[in-house]
């Protein structure tokens, strides 16, 4: 993709996502997004039943080349639009039912939809001050197009989001959790049914540097269990974001990234960078 096709992806994308919402306060844009929520807040959101937000990371090629290598000697080309959709309703102070749905958009190329996640969500799962939890318990059906290719008729899965705000300072520690069990039809050929377990585990922490900007650090561990054997998911190995957060409006949060494998060093040819956006449209 050349540089003028990018950067034309780039602007439309963005414009197209801070168009105005409903007012809500500045800290909701984060309620699920795992990033600092206030007290204040997160009693707002109970008292309106009804929540929907969109979230959606765009990456770019490497700095200095069209994809990024693995440590295997392959290529990845990590130019895409990912992002999820998502709505839950309240009906106790702790309890939600949700529905969510996950997109990939390559630009110029293609478009699709993973299988919808409907379940449970167990907010405040420990009554302790600083600390704000949401544990997700859900199946996915396999209606997709991707579950069809593989031959997938179900998934299991469980979500945890943490964070903690360390009392009189301006630190945030998190950590995301997700485990995902796919099932199969058996006795059918093709699609891929050697992955058995699959998931992420994401530590962060960030700073508030004031009230609109943050500084955010990822630590993205991406993982499955296929044909009976650990290894790294999506981009082969660990990686780190670092970046800056912005509270832009009262209903939309962007973060600037850029991307290194954990454990190699970084080059122009291995670093890329992310714009992450999350819209809090009820």
């Known amino acids: 993709m050349n540089t003028c096709a990018w950067s034309c992806t780039m602007f439309v994308f963005i414009v197209a996502h801070l168009v105005p919402f409903s007012s809500v306060s500045a800290e909701s844009v984060l309620v699920d997004n795992p990033l600092p929520v206030s007290e204040t807040n997160r009693a707002n959101s109970i008292q309106n039943k009804w929540r929907i937000q969109d979230y959606s990371e765009i990456m770019t090629p490497a700095i200095n080349g069209t994809n990024i290598p693995t440590p295997q000697g392959g290529t990845l080309a990590p130019t895409l639009v990912e992002g999820r959709v998502w709505l839950d309703y309240a009906f106790t102070e702790k309890y939600r039912l949700f529905f969510w749905q996950r997109y990939f958009y390559f630009p110029f190329n293609d478009f699709s939809l993973y299988d919808p996640r409907i379940g449970f969500r167990w907010m405040q799962v420990f009554d302790i001050p600083g600390l704000t939890t949401t544990y997700d318990f859900y199946f996915l059906p396999g209606i997709s197009q991707m579950a069809q290719d593989d031959n997938r008729i179900l998934e299991l899965g469980i979500r ?28 059918l050929n093709g699609g891929d049914q050697t992955k058995k377990l699959w998931g992420v585990l994401a530590p962060w922490t960030s700073y508030k540097i004031s009230k609109y900007f943050s500084t955010q650090h990822w630590f993205m561990f991406p993982f499955k269990f296929q044909q009976g054997s650990f290894s790294w998911d999506i981009t082969g190995m660990p990686f780190v974001q670092n970046g800056i957060g912005w509270i832009a409006s009262e209903a939309v949060w962007i973060g600037a990234f850029l991307n290194n494998y954990l454990f190699t060093a970084p080059t122009l040819q291995n670093t890329w960078m992310s714009i992450w956006l999350n819209l809090s449209i009820i």
């Open 160 to 187: 945890t989001n943490t964070t903690y705000s360390i009392p009189s300072s301006r630190w945030d520690l998190g950590i995301v959790t997700e485990v995902n069990a796919p099932f199969y039809q058996s006795g």
